[in-house]
């Protein structure tokens, strides 16, 4: 099978990172916590006087090489490919580019190893990507392509009212993408 | 039309950008002119004394980002997508990845403009990319899928052996992916 996993809150924990950066630089603002996050974007759900600021945590220099693996993430995709499926990790970059392209290489050494990083896509459009399954936290996507994978939707607080597609965290994986037989 | 077109010896010009540098930095040491360059990758044309020095001239900071592009190359891809063409810019990273993928950004945004940067793919396996056709100067293509777009092949001295696919160079593009009628 030809796996394609998405990065940001799905292989890194973008989520949790930002929680924990907001909340050491700016204690004295509010936060959303994690089970309460209802928007894709983390900047959606916050009011208008905090956006900038959120933006700047966010193209912040180590914001993205900071960020933790969601639990369970990194053993899923060295799984995966112990069993002989190809994982190609998805991300894109965002605007402020310069501050997120080398971190995302070099998390993606940092935590899964050198040979994963010719395994890393940078792509804004995702269904110019060819695979069986894209494992994404995104709620739809929309491209130039009629999408060739199955979206698998990775369960998080904020994508809890998509229905009609398979959902999959880090402790079923097995058992949603290949029944629960391997 | 999905055109799909690769960066290094096609969009930027790799192997002028290399000869500009390595005669600047290494005067004393021989050179291979561009019209008798015979292999893919630079390296393998020079004596094994060398190699380690032309990949470290590769590696270091700003020769990507210094690159000039090839002659009508810029136009071409704006041309494409002024006729209604989606156009993707396909690259990949060095191993030395630190020293490349904010540069390789950076020039497009700088020669081609910001919106440009969206449109920029990073992809080591490019098979797994669709599109209706590769312009691209590596002389064949291996991956994890059948390739789903015709590998029309950028002109270049090194490639000249390649039979059996369509040969494009930036003044006549036009003709070759459209006929020549518009």
Same mark, same amino acid.
């Given at each position: 099978m030809k796996i394609l996993v998405d990065m940001?809150?799905?292989?890194?924990?973008f989520d949790d990172g930002f929680l924990k950066t907001w909340q050491n630089l700016h204690a004295d603002k509010p936060f959303i916590p994690i089970d309460q996050r209802t928007t894709f974007?983390?900047? &959606?759900?916050?009011?208008e006087e905090l956006k900038d600021l959120i933006r700047q945590t966010i193209a912040a220099p180590n914001f993205f090489g900071s960020l933790p693996p969601l639990p369970g993430s990194v053993e899923a995709l060295t799984g995966m490919r112990a069993m002989g499926h190809d994982v190609y990790i998805c991300t894109s970059a965002i605007s402020a580019f310069r501050s997120c392209v080398v971190e995302k290489f070099e998390w993606v050494e940092a935590?899964?190893?050198?040979?994963?990083v010719k395994s890393l896509i940078f792509a804004k &459009?995702?269904?110019m990507l060819r695979g069986d399954v894209l494992i994404d936290d995104r709620p739809a996507y929309e491209g130039?392509?009629?999408?060739?994978?199955?979206?698998?939707i990775f369960d998080r607080p904020y994508n809890?009212?998509?229905?009609g597609k398979r959902r999959l965290t880090w402790d079923d994986w097995k058992a949603v993408l290949f029944g629960g037989n391997e």
């Open positions: 940001d809150g799905v292989l890194a924990d974007y983390v900047v &959606d759900q916050y009011p935590h899964l190893g050198t040979d994963w &459009d995702r269904t130039g392509f009629v999408p060739s994978w199955e979206h698998v809890r009212e998509v229905v």
